[in-house]
């Protein structure tokens, strides 16, 4: 067992390298950085004054020095200016450069200066990843008891009416991508020409001009029902239908098992076969797509948070993106590809742990 | 100047306006149904009415992207003065002669024709998905196959890539891959040369071991391959094609050479599980045993009873590059202002949801009813396959 | 129990039941008219091909007949209670209280992430309301009553940790928890090897008669109902065709389907050339295409046109025996003891020169140590120093139980896998070390295999006459597709199937036209040594005897070899010159047909011997049992691989057995036995079966 976790962390680590390393050279690459040299220091800079301008910051050697560099298993770069000053990758301004680090990479804590929200990329993320915290929180509570339960009661009588409502409605999410879904929830509940806001609000039930507000920025600083339920429904939607269908899925195979009909045929009464003895075995599929759901929440999350202007994790990515940040960019990469990875290794160890035929083999 | 038109009057004039994707809809009903015990796999959706509700929603899309020219109203790009963000139904101010006199699903932010653009987008997104769905399958299939039945390294390099690709949360990778500065690098032609040349590969293995017995049939069939695929690989990676008839717009093909890429290790999944389950049948071990090459087994005895479950994928998976698609659109990635996409159309929608939805929530319903259909027929035909 | 029931009265009684299925398309009847009747105590067994719906009357007993089944007439009389109209509340409690079943795959009958203990407590707490812990006080109970080892190790065990025989022990034991009325068994045996068979048989019959339980025992195999059952019922397609006593219908069968079915089984005393099986000409008939009349009529030979197709038959007495009936209006028309008309008697084919010579061959595997890879690797001995010959026109047949190393040999001889040592030698050419990818076409065709699952050999994608082209194309026969089209169609001619198959999916055709196509795709490069790899296995009885009709007949005319791997003793008698017996990747024995069913045995071959169950009345057999399961072939005992399970071993000296692989022994007439016992004990065995004088 122990092996196994190892082996498998072994292989993370290995797949963390290769993807923060295509990262780092996608974000590197020449026009991004002929675009971030205009950006820093003039517009129009001719084609060698941008080549000078990058050799003199840093941006000069090879891409695995300065992938290196970045990772922090390389010493930083350091140049001397013409007037003899010593500048470098760890030195900051004013510091004497004997006393610098030599290696600041993000294994030494050091994840650059974002040029964007102008401070360091560090902040960014802590106060952002706080914001995507509570969304993902609310998002978890939602999503993961609705979808099973909606997935165990339509699996498990296949073709009865209830399962065929509930697949109906399990389908129809799936379809709706949270831009989709967002949109329309926003026209339903959050317009002042369209939806039921106008209504309500002709009819004085509620105070403003519409039932929910349009965005959730408000939330950043206090999280309530009324700003936060259209972002999480928006998230939780198509989550729900999804993992739904895979319980579901999951849920109508154990039912046709032979070890049901011998649960049935000893006796055991229907509610009793469902607890005791389906559930367990179907609920190891959902659990694995649960946690392989985790990539494409931090889809819904980037888009949702763009859509309902919430600060978090998402929102930075896309302004990073959009301004050629590369600092931020490249550390909202190594949490995403974090995040996704460490989801992947607990639903293996969970999948071993839940299924014990796996377990002691 | 007239009033604005009724709820029920514009969905009349709108069922109007879709007149020829009705009768296609319904010759095809007709035609399918009569014969659907011939049909194989394709007439039984026709038994089940999940599968047939759904091949309804796809076709009718897909008819609305064949007539498009005769459906729409205005011209999609056309800004006409004074309709800007107008409610639907409202009537165009100072129509010209002949022109259609109103705009029935309103007006956007730029006062250019709901409609007209919702059914023109149908159109962009029915060109690039089916497409990048096929080529992403080729790949996919290429791959898989022997990954799952000769196992070992080569397994476990492709494997280990494709979960690279999968570990990747796809927005990342479309802000990375799907930008002007990557096209300057060439990184997207680069990919292009890759993914196109698996379709060329696939078809020429196919043939190749299924006629090597046969060397007159097999070079005739393997040529002809070779010469079209290349052709058209020529044009389409690199622009290059001597006679011009194949060529792709260079920011068509950044967006769709990274939805194959995004898609294909999904693919690529899929076939190598299905490859592991069928080679340990015993009609396998009687191709080996009779001295069968490994491509013809993989080819010939296994793909074709994996066929079940990759038509459905294959389905599911159209649905999925759409949604992958307005994601790029959303974002702006990939996309001219003025194309009218769903994905975009519904971004620059967005902005004005609280005062005049429609421009967003017409082609959301739009996106929204395509998707679902495709994963209702998916859903149908897995229903059926299921039923020998 | 709430209404008193009087013990002289059937436990069960089953009258005119009829029961269909309902598909889209239409009403499919499985069972039509059917009546049986079991007392307190007695067993009564249900015997049929697949698909006479005999598993269906044992689910509709239990109403459990799924979303479509539905019964369609007639009464199930559970002590005296008529189950097919039964609340579900109170047909809960009957369940696996009153009546229990035991299924046919145990693995999967038993839930994989539940503990043993918990699944058997579960019974008697809910039927008796019990404590928990006394619940598993009384799991742990049976569990040590149905012979298990260790049962407080086993209680606490899942499913997958034990072996198959041990999963069909705990089905037994979670059918006998709350001491059921009446027991249910569905082909319990059938997934098992016959050693271990044997044992559970043993089981069932000892605790039927401890308990008391009356017994619907549902097979395919008449040897184990005459083993087994006091009272049969014959099934063909839907109906009940005779039922009585046992020894009555062995021994007085009043139908024609009960007696073609005999005919076509290989009995001791039947023989390949002198007294060969009678298959049943035509099909089973699909349950929307029965005849009128006698179901069974166009298959019969006593058919009269105008009387047995005119009406529905129904169930007759048969005179002078005891509840003794029969569903044949000509019953007693027909002279039951005439002698088989017209046998056809064959010339022995001649034996040739040798063909395929083995020397010491050797197979080892090297296997990771635990599941999650790492760990020291184990080397798992497939095959173990196989040397032998075959000849021309000679069938040698292999035998063995699961794990006994018999596939991994035909893979290794067809060249799949390569050999670890030893030589393998084809007409002169030595193939060890060419696997198939190297070996050249005329190799190939020459060596060729029949494989075991007929659902599973031919690609479900692609046409009879498409497949059977290919392989000749492979083998580069004739110069263009009309000569290869011509060349298909004789070899359907050759199998004994219509033409017209050709353009057929292998989904529209039956099992044993599927096995034919399989036979003729084998022989489609005029092979010569054929390793046919349990090729009747999975097939019905009736179409056993066919297909193996059809293969001696094809050996004859081409002077095949044959290297025929079985599990089944009965058939390997009829059918093979030699017979090499193997056990853990050993030969344990090898010899002459007559050498090897003649003491002296080696133990195993005695045992086996002694587990086949025999469809005779007259045959005696020495019951021997062996002890527990077969060993994993990942770790096998020390010493002689048997010695586990020997009954022999305390006869040699020194405790030889547990240390020292013992030598291959020669006896006289080239009789090989690998076996540590000296020539007086040799001298002592007993032969298995005696055939009572009539």
């Known amino acids: 067992m122990l092996l196994f976790v190892l082996r498998r962390i072994g292989v993370m680590i290995l797949t963390a390298i290769a993807l923060t390393f295509i990262v780092f050279y996608m974000t590197n690459l020449p026009p991004n950085l002929e675009k971030l040299a205009k950006s820093e220091a003039s517009v129009r800079m001719a084609d060698d004054a941008v ?11 090879s891409v695995f020095v300065r992938y290196g560099e970045w990772l922090g298993v390389m010493p930083g770069w350091t140049l001397t200016d013409e007037d003899g000053t010593i500048r470098g990758r760890c030195i900051e301004s004013g510091q004497d450069p004997a006393a610098a680090a030599r290696y600041c990479g993000i294994l030494q804590g050091n994840w650059g200066f974002s040029t964007v929200f102008k401070q360091p990329v560090t902040e960014v993320l802590a106060r952002s990843l706080g914001a995507t915290g509570w969304l993902m929180l609310w998002v978890m509570i939602v999503m993961v008891p609705a979808s099973l339960l909606l997935g165990v009661l339509s699996g498990m009588r296949e073709g009865s009416r209830t399962d065929r409502v509930l697949s109906t409605v399990a389908i129809t999410t799936t379809a709706t991508p949270e831009y989709v879904s967002g949109v329309i929830l926003i026209a339903l509940l959050a317009s002042a020409t369209a939806g039921v806001s106008p209504i309500l609000a002709e009819a004085g039930w509620i105070e403003g001009k519409t039932l929910f507000p349009g965005t959730a920025t408000s939330a950043m600083d206090n999280i ?33 098992q032979q070890y049901i009909r011998t649960a049935r045929l000893k006796g055991v009464g229907f509610r009793e076969v469902v607890m005791r003895h389906a559930l367990r075995n179907a609920l190891i599929a959902p659990f694995t797509v649960i946690m392989l759901q985790f990539p494409w929440l931090l889809n819904g999350v980037v888009i949702v948070e763009t859509l309902f202007n919430y ?21 909202c990469s190594v949490v995403a590809v974090f995040v996704v990875l460490v989801t992947q290794l607990i639903s293996d160890i969970g999948y071993v742990f839940l299924n014990p035929r796996i377990r002691l083999a | 100047m007239d009033d604005a038109l009724s709820w029920g009057s514009i969905f009349l004039r709108i069922a109007a306006q879709l007149l020829p994707v009705w009768v296609a809809l319904i010759a095809t009903f007709a035609l399918s149904m009569r014969y659907k015990r011939n049909l194989g796999l394709y007439g039984r959706i026709f038994d089940s009415p999940v599968g047939m509700t759904g091949f309804g929603l796809v076709m009718f899309w897909v008819f609305t992207a064949i007539f498009a020219d005769w459906i729409i109203t205005h011209d999609p790009l056309a800004q006409l003065s004074g309709m800007k963000n107008i409610i639907p139904g409202s009537p165009v101010k100072d129509a010209v002669e002949g022109a259609y006199p109103y705009y029935l699903l309103g007006g956007d932010h730029l006062a250019r024709d709901v409609f007209s653009r919702m059914v023109m987008g149908a159109r962009d997104v029915l060109k690039i998905a089916p497409a990048a769905t096929v080529i992403a399958f080729m790949v996919g299939i290429t791959l898989g196959l022997p990954a799952g039945y000769l196992g070992g390294k080569l397994d476990t390099t492709i494997s280990f890539l494709s979960n690279l690709v999968l570990a990747f949360p796809v927005i990342l990778l479309f802000y990375l891959l799907v930008t002007p500065e990557i096209r300057v690098t060439g990184i997207p032609t680069v990919l292009a040369a890759i993914l196109f040349i698996f379709p060329v590969i696939f078809l020429t293995l196919l043939l190749n071991a299924r006629f090597f017995t046969n060397p007159t049939k097999r070079n005739l069939y393997v040529g002809g391959i070779l010469v079209i695929g290349l052709w058209a690989y020529s044009g389409l990676a690199f622009n290059a094609d001597p006679l011009g008839v194949w060529s792709m717009d260079p920011n068509m093909l950044n967006v769709f050479v990274s939805v194959v890429f995004v898609n294909s290790p999904g693919v690529f999944r899929i076939v190598r599980g299905m490859v592991m389950d069928i080679k340990t049948r015993d009609y396998v071990a009687a191709g080996q045993t009779r001295g069968e090459g490994p491509w013809y087994i993989m080819l010939w005895e296994i793909l074709p009873n994996a066929r079940g479950p990759l038509i459905v994928d294959f389905c599911l998976r159209i649905g999925y ?9 959303f974002f702006g990635l990939g996309v001219t202002p003025e194309s009218p996409d769903w994905g975009s159309t519904i971004n620059y929608g967005r902005r004005l949801l609280a005062i005049a939805p429609h421009p967003a929530v017409v082609p959301a319903f739009a996106l929204m009813s395509l998707v679902l259909g495709l994963n209702l027929l998916a859903d149908g035909l897995r229903e059926e396959s299921m039923k020998d | 129990m709430s209404e008193p029931w009087d013990p002289s009265k059937p436990i069960l009684e089953i009258e005119n039941l009829s029961i269909s299925f309902f598909t889209r398309l239409r009403e499919i009847p499985a069972v039509m008219d059917f009546s049986c009747t079991v ?79 918990a699944q058997l407590a579960e019974v008697p707490m809910i039927h008796q309301g019990m404590a928990k812990d006394e619940a598993w006080k009384l799991a742990r109970q049976i569990v040590a009553d149905v012979r298990l080892p260790d049962p407080d190790r086993i209680i606490n065990a899942y499913p997958h940790q034990l072996s198959g025989g041990q999963q069909q022990r705990i089905v037994i034991a979670m059918a006998l928890m709350s001491k059921p009325a009446l027991l249910i068994l569905d082909e319990p045996t059938t997934a098992l090897d016959v050693t271990v068979e044997a044992g559970i048989v043993d089981l069932v019959k000892e605790l039927g008669t401890k308990y008391g339980t009356s017994m619907l025992f549902i097979s395919h195999n008449l040897g184990l109902v005459l083993d087994v059952c006091d009272r049969l019922c014959v099934m063909y397609s839907g109906e009940a065709v005779e039922t009585g006593n046992v020894e009555e219908v062995f021994d007085k069968m009043r139908h024609p389907y009960t007696q073609a079915l005999f005919r076509s089984i290989p009995l001791p005393g039947a023989d390949k050339n002198s007294r060969p099986l009678v298959a049943i000409p035509g099909n089973f008939p699909l349950p929307h295409e029965r005849p009128n009349g006698c179901n069974f009529g166009p298959r019969c030979d006593y058919f009269t046109d105008g009387r047995c197709n005119a009406q529905d038959i129904p169930m007759a007495q048969v005179p002078g025996d005891d509840r003794h009936e029969t569903r044949c209006i000509r019953s007693t028309e027909i002279d039951w003891n005439a002698p088989l008309a017209a046998v056809k008697m064959v010339e022995k084919t001649p034996i040739g020169r040798v063909v395929l010579k083995l020397d010491d061959l050797k197979k080892y595997y090297s296997v990771s140590g635990s599941a999650f890879g790492g760990g020291a690797g184990k080397v798992v001995k497939a095959n173990e120093t196989l040397s032998f010959e075959a000849r021309e026109g000679e069938t040698l047949a292999i035998v063995g139980e699961s794990g006994c190393g018999k596939s991994t040999f035909a893979k290794v001889l067809m ?36 494989f075991q699952n007929p659902f599973d050999t031919l690609n479900p994608s692609s046409t009879v006459g498409r497949q059977i082209i290919r392989a000749l194309e492979i083998f580069k026969f004739g110069n263009s597709d009309e000569e290869r089209s011509a060349r298909m169609l004789e070899l359907l001619d050759l199998v004994k199937l219509p033409r017209a198959f050709a353009e057929r999916m292998p989904r529209q055709l039956s099992g044993g036209q599927k096995q034919r196509v399989g036979i003729a795709r084998a022989f489609a490069g005029g092979a010569k040594v054929v390793v046919a ?18 293969l001696m007949d094809i050996q004859r005319k081409n002077k095949t070899t044959l290297l025929f791997i079985s599990h089944d003793l009965s058939i390997v008698r009829y059918l093979s010159d030699r017979v090499m017996v193997m056990y853990l990747g050993h030969v344990v024995e090898m010899g002459t047909t007559d050498q090897v069913f003649q003491p002296p045995y080696h133990p195993y071959t005695e045992a086996l011997l002694s587990a086949v169950p025999i469809a005779d009345t007259r045959v005696q057999k020495k019951r021997i049992v062996l002890e527990g399961d077969i060993p994993s072939a990942v770790n096998p005992p020390p010493g002689c691989p048997f010695q586990t399970r020997c009954r022999w071993k305390s006869q040699v000296a020194n405790g030889l057995c547990d240390r020292e692989v013992p030598p291959v022994r020669m006896l006289e007439g080239g009789h090989q036995i690998k076996c540590h016992l000296p020539d007086e004990v040799f001298a002592t065995m007993e032969p298995v079966i005696k055939i009572a004088a009539e």
């Open chain 1, 51 to 61: 080549a000078s301008w990058l050799e003199s910051n840093g941006y000069g050697g």
């Open chain 1, 224 to 256: 309530t029902f009324w700003n936060f339920f259209l972002p999480v429904m928006t998230i939780a939607l198509y989550g729900i239908g999804y993992i739904a269908r895979m319980t579901r899925a999951s849920m109508t195979e154990v039912m046709t």
């Open chain 1, 311 to 331: 600060k978090g994790f998402g929102w930075t990515l896309v302004q990073a993106a959009g301004n050629n940040d590369i600092d931020t960019l490249l550390a």
């Open chain 2, 321 to 329: 590059t759409t949604i992958l698609l307005g994601t790029l659109g």
């Open chain 3, 39 to 117: 007392m307190a105590g007695e067993a009564m067994g249900l015997v049929g091909e697949s698909g006479c719906g005999k598993s269906t009357v044992a689910l509709a007993v239990m109403r459990y007949l799924g979303k479509n089944g539905r019964i369609t007439g007639g009464s199930i009389r559970f002590k005296g209670r008529d189950l097919t109209n039964m609340e579900d509340e109170e047909l809960r409690k009957i369940r696996g209280s009153e009546i229990a079943m035991i299924y046919q795959e145990p693995m999967a009958s038993l839930n994989p992430a539940m503990k043993i203990g």
């Open chain 3, 415 to 450: 060249g799949l896998e390569t050999a670890t040592s030893g030589q393998i030698m084809l007409f002169d050419e030595n193939v060890q070390n060419t696997p198939i990818q190297m070996r050249d076409t005329g190799t190939i065709s020459k060596l060729q295999m029949v």
């Open chain 3, 533 to 550: 790899d349990e090729p009747v296995s999975a097939l019905d009885v009736s179409v056993q005897a066919a297909v193996t009709d059809l």
